[in-house]
Nanobody, 122 residues
Framework: QVQLVESGGGLVQAGGSLRLSCAAPGRTFSSYAMAWFRQAPGKEREFVAAITWGDGSTNYADSVKGRFTISRDIAKNTMSLQMNSLKPEDTAVYYC???????????????WGQGTQVTVSS
């Protein structure tokens, strides 16, 4: 199973920005869709955003709409999450994941990486 690798996390002040990246070293994404999830301490992992690899259509959780942008670079075989206007409640470990299902639900995603920590200070 392809292991995904996340990068780009860090510590930022509220209102700041970060850009996360997801790659599959040595492999080519062949998924129907890719997504970002996050898990805050003491909470369940939650869906953040998804992108259909073929046509680039996107979906977002209501909590990040207008602030986060998911994108993919087919040539570089990477996926990114641009996070603007960050809030302390965005603090979490962020994971990328994939699904081969066209009619996907958040629970259909897998191939979890180790995640990257995002901490937003107030």
């Amino acid at each position: 199973q392809v292991q995904l690798v996340e990068s780009g996390g860090g510590l930022v002040q509220a209102g700041g920005s970060l850009r996360l990246s997801c790659a599959a070293p040595g492999r080519t994404f062949s998924s129907y869709a890719m997504a970002w999830f996050r898990q805050a301490p003491g909470k369940e992992r939650e869906f953040v955003a998804a992108i259909t690899w073929g046509d680039g259509s996107t979906n977002y959780a209501d909590s990040v709409k207008g602030r986060f942008t998911i994108s993919r670079d087919i040539a570089k075989n990477t996926m990114s999450l641009q996070m603007n206007s960050l809030k302390p409640e965005d603090t979490a470990v962020y994971y990328c994941a994939r699904t081969y299902r066209s009619n996907w639900r958040p629970q259909d995603f897998g191939s979890w990486g180790q995640g990257t920590q995002v901490t937003v200070s107030s």
